[in-house]
């Protein structure tokens, strides 16, 4: 009788434990690095995901302002970023996994669109993370720069104050060259007939509008500036 009481006390305690979960106690930090964008349609901006301690793989769960939560699964050690997309040619927004980085794309009707990192946590041993910035981070729809504008007329003599760029956006500035390449000038800088003569034996008579934060094409403004007759005494 006391053997058999015996063996059932082992197996009672072999079961207990093969049925037991294991939580672990590999902590970990983690930070969303980025800003609020303005992208058109095509762009992109990428957020830096920095994980100190633990060990991947990691779930990182998504609140969405005005919208739904979304999770990352899986996300290994060796990725760091999360980009998102402004693609209008999709219906809704998901998360595309087929590559690397993970593409979260947005149609144009799902912005402005925020997020903050709501919970981090390992799959195997169960860790949850400590969240030392999350966000939240707005993406909106870019200002096509096409919609710039500037009252410079058309022809000058000898100097050209440059006027007030309108919409007024920090950043927005007047450049030689398209894409905002060549040389920068901002509003109330004054061009001489002498900045209008280029190296090359061109004359600069084009100034592209152009937004590096939000880019959604530029601003071509034609002008001609002239020199006065000089008059020997």
């Known amino acids: 009788m006391k053997l058999f009481l015996l063996c059932i006390g082992l197996l009672s305690f072999v079961g207990l434990q093969s049925e037991s979960i294991s939580y672990g106690d590999d902590t970990f930090e983690v930070t969303l690095v980025g800003q609020d964008a303005a992208l058109c349609a095509g762009q992109c901006t990428d957020y830096q995901i920095q994980i100190t301690g633990g060990t991947g793989p990691y779930r990182l769960i998504f609140s969405v302002v005005g919208g739904s939560n979304f999770t990352v699964p899986n996300f290994s050690d060796i990725e760091t970023v999360l980009r998102v997309c402004h693609d209008p040619s999709i219906g809704g927004a998901f998360l595309d996994s087929s590559q690397l980085p993970r593409v979260l794309r947005l149609p144009t009707s799902s912005l402005p669109f925020s997020i903050e990192l709501m919970a981090a946590t390992t799959d195997t041993p169960i860790c949850s993370g400590t969240i030392l910035f999350a966000g939240p981070f707005t993406i909106s729809d870019g200002v ?18 440059l006027p007030e760029i309108s919409p007024a956006i920090p950043g927005v500035q007047y450049y030689t060259e398209s894409g905002g390449l060549g040389t920068t000038f901002i509003v109330g800088d004054t061009l001489s007939f002498t900045d209008t003569q280029l190296a090359s034996g061109d004359i600069l008579d084009t100034l592209y509008i152009f937004d590096p934060a939000g880019n959604c094409g530029e601003a071509l403004i034609p002008f001609t500036l002239g020199l006065s007759p000089q008059i020997n005494t």
């Open 144 to 161: 096509a720069s096409s919609a710039f504008t500037a009252d410079i007329p058309a022809f000058s003599c000898d100097t050209l104050v």
